[in-house]
């Protein structure tokens, strides 16, 4: 025992003690470490081989130090996730060791080979089990068959040969079963009463077998009533034999996919049953008999039967029943006569391919087709009239067909060369140079994104010209991070195309929250949602796979982080260039002085003769020259060099006034210039005062004029150029990036503080008479800047969306008091403002299908409701939000007051804002935190003070 005088007298403790406390210590020590001892020997057996683990991976308790991609429970391992890694290795027996594991995940993780232990089969425990995207090779082991609680497979895209197991089919919770994408040969196994087979897999929905080399007749007995198949894709492989019958009696499927094998005889006549299939694709096999009769198919959405044997038949007119179909491919099908002219009533259909057939007579194409349809292919056919309506968008193709043989006319329809489309999310920062292994994400940040290629496996569209979709894809992308609480800011998406296989790929990127990479955590996540399918896209994009790129960017070192910081070996480099290059500068200044002085003269001279003022007077009326404040004149050869003679591939908007151009000035700065075209033009007087006005406003919330032209009968207006596109852009997901509740209310603020500029501030006030989402652009710290103010007493009349020439502004936010008075006041603008402010709540536009959104709200608010009612109107990005919407109310009140129907009830551009500076300020961020402080910290992030948001107050958000 211890003796307090021991201690309190500061004595020399028995040696005997010592060690007795070290050993307490120790034991101590030891039962704190949270992990088995089994599961810790058996995770540093299993990844001592492999290399790239993450670095944190040290120590013996991955339990107690959280290991990135390891989950515990009660001290046992239950899930290894490293998706995405770069990991190297093979696969041990040690797995098996680990028997309370349920989630394996290691897709993605190219360098990780060998073939799969086949005591695999005692992880008793073993939920998932993706390998997707992996280097493993061999044959899937018999013992998977084991696996008891399996419900989701995923062993697509490696090197797996042989045949699959038939013990697969005791998987009875079996729900996903991807083997698609290997070396698989054989035929598909079915039970015989002493062995299993995979017609007992009465839970799966998914069949993805696709590209292997499976060959054999399918069997008859695969298939069943009481399967609830959804997805069953046995494209490219060998398959040989008939259709077999009982695929009809599989009532739930949804996709279809038997193409590009070596199918015979006819298609059974009960396919027509499957009222649930809206992917439907039999094309490249050897099917004979009539075409099949697909009437009670009310769903199909996209069939392709193209390349078959089937017997000669007229284009069947039952297709005209079918009102969901977008893509219809039958491409040598042995289709005669004249194909229907009905057929184009449908108002979904988007791709129509009928190549290669005997479709004779005229073609009329003067229905009521709709606005989707991109793309009509008949070539190879004997048509020989078109009756098709001038306008139209889609292209038409009809090379060796009659109608081009006759050579009258050089036809647009006879050129044989498809213009490719193809969908990319708009690059706005054309500012940004980002390091070379760095890409510009949307919101303009340099970044290393997290990449990867979507594969959509049963696509029903085939419009890649019609950005919806991919608008659509986008946000319910940037949506399901949020509602993962994944790190993710901004998505692009681009180089969407068709590949061989019949798929169609697309590259996506997400780009990191807060720092310019994602650390490991955050990328095997990102790896699961997609591996593990968790991410659930629209419908139409489904059924989906996604291979991501290996990611390498965890550790980014501090110089890195700075967008235009120099790595230290170029660091000498630039300097000794640097003194060398102000040696040739300061000789070739000595030579420029000389020469200048010679030029002064004739400079002058010019200078003279392009006046921007004597275009005022040679306009007759005018009088004296524009009083301007900091803006300046351009001649047209300057603005036609730098907008390379105003080519398409600058133009960048349009609207009633003509035509807007981005440009580069001389000293590069970027700007956007506004062309009116003829008809739209004013007189030279009201060009003047217009220019005047303008010029005088100044308000970091307003777009800025840098100047305007006056010369060659042209008129133009050169603008500040605002790098991240309109706030429409960012709310219907064409910009990728992610507007979270903090970010609009700070939209809000900043367009609201423009407009008070305008009403209160301006002399003399200017009323906007088209504040619209449209109008609202973002910077590149999402600040917003208000557009085209003064425009419309300018120009307008041509455009379509103006009422009538006397009432201006645009349908969905005109003030209704306005519109019947004729009388504008600044309140018109608070109405349309009030429609911005709704048209952010719900991201959806102000008139969409027929539905006004301010009746709409008005109709639904119920203020004793929780958000007021309004949970199925919400925009869904914000509604799954980790971040509260605090003063939801508050704005929705003020929005709501702003859309009052009279004038006088709605509040003064001066209460408005000072209500959204409440409500910010109630979500604990300061108003009037100046932006241009926040841009600098943005970009300061290099330097390792802790990493301050630059979008205003998101620091503050927690
Ligand atoms: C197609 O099948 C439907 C019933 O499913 C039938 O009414 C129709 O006559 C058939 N059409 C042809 C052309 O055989
Ligand atoms: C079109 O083809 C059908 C069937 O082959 C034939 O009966 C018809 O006469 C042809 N019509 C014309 C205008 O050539």
Redesign the pocket.
Known sequence: MLKMKDISSGMVIPRRIVLFLVFICFLFWSSTALTNDQDFAALKALTDGWANIPEKWKGEDPCGDEWEGITCNNSRVVTISLSSMGLTGQLTGDLATLSELQILDLSYNKGLTGSIPSNIGDLSELTTLILLGCGFSGRIPDTVGSLKKLVYLSLNSNSFTGEIPASIGKLEHLYWLDLSDNKLSGSIPVSDGTKPGLDMLLRTKHFHFGINQLSGEIPPSLFSSEMLLIHVLFDNNNLTGRIPPTLGLVQTLQAVRFDRNELSGPVPSNL?NLTSVSELALSNNALTGPLP?L??MNNLMSVDLSNNSFAATRF?A?FTTLRSLKTVIMERTGLVGQLPAEFFNIDSLQTVKLKNNQLNGSLDIRGRYTRQLELIDLENNSIDNVDVVLGNNFTLMLTDNPYCQRGLVKSPYCSSKLQETSYSTPVFCVTYKCADDQMSSSNCKCAYPYTGTLILRAPSFSAFGNDAYFNELQKSLLGSFVNFSLPVDAVSLSDVSLDTFGYVSMHLAFFPAGQNYFNRTAVLKLGFVFSNQSYEPPKIFKPYVFHADIYTHFEVSESDLCITGNKSSTHTIAIIGAVIGVVILLLLLVCAGFYAHYQKKRANKAKQQANPFVSWDSHGTSGDVPKLKGSRFFTFVELQKCTNSFSEANHIGSGGYGKVYRGVLTDGQIVAIKRSQQGSMQGSREFKNEIELLSRVHHKNLVKLIGFCFDHGEQMLIYEFIPNGTLLDSLSGRSGIQLDWIRRLKVALGSARGLQYLHELADPPIIHRDIKSTNILLDEHLNAKVADFGLSRLYGDADKGYVTTQVKGTMGYLDPEYFQTNQLTEKSDIFSFGVVLLEMITASKPIQQGQFIVKQIKETVDKSKELYNLCNIIDPLLRSSTIALVGFDRFMDLALKCVEEFGVDRPATGEVVKELENIMQMAGMNPDADSTTTSQSYEGSSTGQSFNHPYSGDSLVR
């Open positions: 027509n009769n009437t009670g069947p039952w």
